[in-house]
């Protein structure tokens, strides 16, 4: 059964500051992985998918890695901001789709 | 932009009731799913709908939820007898022309069952 980890679950930053958040998954098998943000009592907001052929996405200020063979994913935010605080979801996607719990980021001004 | 939409935003129902939960997909999208939020756990797939059928559906989905698309461009949920259990919150999803599509996701109904 397909489990997904996310490290740290918090991280407070100060503003400017570049950052990590990981995300690890059990089975390789998988067809892509896609990287959300969930603010508090919302939605969820699509940020990057990366197909399990590809090993990275960017956009913006956000640079999304992959790779399969390890179960890893890393999600770089450049240059944060107050703005970007928010819960960071993953997810990787078979016949379903299985989350990790989020890493809650806080960046202070 | 095209959005995913839900009504309502918040649902209290009181045990034992049937609840239909709405979601309008973005129109040109083929694939709608369904996933839940327990408050404080994580977000977890219920359902994916695809051609007028389930294709496929997690083992949370018993025989107490459906789905239905009664029209073109509604998407429901609906859980038969409600339990207290049941409280989450219910996000729809929509993806374009593929399950492998990036999927959008609306703002989520909060089902409060008392």
């Known amino acids: 059964k397909q489990e997904v980890t996310q490290i740290p679950a918090a991280l407070s930053v100060p503003e400017g500051e570049n950052l990590v958040l990981n995300c690890s998954f059990t089975?390789?098998?998988?067809?892509?992985l896609q990287w959300f943000r969930q603010d508090p009592g919302k939605g969820l907001t699509s940020l990057l998918l990366i197909q399990s052929s590809q090993r990275e996405q960017t956009s913006g200020r956000l640079n999304a890695s992959l790779d399969k063979s390890s179960g890893r994913s890393t999600l770089y935010i450049a240059a944060s901001q107050p703005g970007d605080s928010a819960t960071y979801l993953c997810a990787v996607r078979r016949n379903d789709m299985r989350f990790g719990a989020g890493t809650r980021l806080t960046v202070k001004p | 932009e095209p959005e995913v939409t839900q009504t309502p935003s918040h649902q209290v129902t009181q045990m034992g009731q049937e609840v239909i939960l709405r979601c309008v997909p973005i129109s040109n999208h083929l694939y709608f799913y369904w996933y839940r939020q327990i408050l404080g756990q994580k977000v977890e797939f219920l359902v994916s709908f695809y051609n007028n059928e389930i294709s496929e559906k997690s083992e949370i989905f018993d025989d107490q939820f459906s789905v239905e698309r009664p029209d073109g461009s509604n998407f429901t949920l609906k859980i038969r007898s409600t339990k207290l259990e049941d409280s989450a919150m219910y996000f729809c999803a929509s993806s374009p022309s593929s399950g492998t599509d990036t999927q959008y996701f609306g703002p989520g109904t909060r089902l409060t069952v008392l």
């Open positions: 089975d390789s098998a998988i067809y892509n």
